[in-house]
C-alpha cells in the first residue's frame, strides 16, 4: 500500500502501526532524509490537518521503536534520520519481530532478564525453552526436590492437589488441580519438545508468549515462597 495514494480519511482509519510501516516504507522508496521535510510535504500535497497528525505519529511510533533514528551521520539538520538497520529488517520482513519485542518490553521476572537478551538475538527457541526451564527449576526449588526430579512429573509432584508441598490449602480441590494442570500443561506443551527434537517458533510472537507464560507463573511466585 503506497502512501500517496492513501486518502486523508484512509490515513486516519489505519492502525497506527500498519501507518507507521507505510510511512516506512514510503520513506525508502524517496529516500527521505528529513522527518520535517517528510511532514512538510504531506502539507504541500493538501493533507487535512487530521491526516497530517497521523502521519507525525507514525513517524513519532518510529522513533520509539528503533525502525528510524535521528542522528543522520553526514546531515547535521536537527530533523535528520535515517532508517536503522531494525528498520530496513522491518521492512523486509515484517513487524513480527519488533512488536513481539515490545510485549517483552514489560517488567520480567528477574529469573527471565537473559531470556530477554536472548530474544533480543533473534535466539527464539532457546528463549522459550529457557523461559519454561526457569519455571521448572523455581518450582523444583520451593518444592525441596532434587535434580532429578524434572519435567511434567515433577509439576504433578509438587502441584499434587492433596499431597504437593506448592498446592495452596486455601484454594478448593478443583483449583488446585487446575493449578497442577496448568504447571504440567506449559511445561509439556512448551518446554519439554525443545529438549528432545528442534523446534522452530518462526512467529517470534508465539515465543514472546511463551516468555510472557513464564513470567506470569512466576510472578508472584507461588504461595510457599515467603515461607
Not at 551521520?73 to 513487524?95: V, Y
Not at 518446554?191 to 523446534?199: A, D, E, G, T
Amino acid at each position: 500500500m503506497d502512501l500517496d495514494q492513501l486518502s486523508d480519511a484512509d490515513v486516519v482509519a489505519l492502525p497506527l502501526d500498519r501507518l507507521a510501516m507505510i510511512v516506512l516504507s514510503h520513506m525508502d522508496r524517496t529516500n527521505e532524509w528529513n522527518t520535517y521535510n517528510f511532514l512538510n510535504d504531506q502539507h504541500n500535497r493538501g493533507r487535512q490537518d487530521a491526516a497530517r497528525r497521523a502521519c507525525a505519529e507514525a513517524v513519532n511510533w518510529l522513533l520509539s521503536r528503533g525502525l528510524i533514528s535521528h542522528g543522520h551521520p553526514t546531515q547535521n539538520h536537527s530533523e535528520a534520520m535515517f532508517i536503522t538497520r531494525k528498520g530496513r529488517e522491518a521492512l523486509a520482513s515484517g513487524l513480527a519481530s519488533t512488536l513481539a519485542l515490545e510485549r517483552l518490553s514489560t517488567d520480567l521476572h528477574p529469573s527471565l532478564e537473559r531470556v530477554r537478551s536472548q530474544f533480543l538475538l533473534g535466539e527464539y527457541e532457546l528463549a522459550a525453552f529457557a523461559a519454561l526451564r526457569e519455571v521448572e527449576i523455581r518450582v523444583r526449588e520451593l518444592a525441596g526436590e532434587p535434580n532429578t526430579e524434572i519435567g511434567v512429573l515433577l509439576q504433578r509432584k509438587a502441584w499434587n492437589p492433596k499431597s504437593g508441598p506448592l498446592a495452596d490449602p486455601e484454594l478448593d480441590g478443583g483449583e488446585r488441580a487446575a493449578v497442577a494442570d496448568l504447571f504440567a500443561g506449559a511445561i509439556g506443551t512448551f518446554k519439554n519438545p525443545p529438549s528432545h527434537r528442534q523446534v522452530d517458533y518462526g512467529d517470534p510472537a508465539e515465543a514472546s508468549e511463551i516468555v510472557l507464560l513464564a513470567d506470569l507463573l512466576l510472578s508472584p511466585d507461588p504461595p510457599t515462597a515467603s515461607a
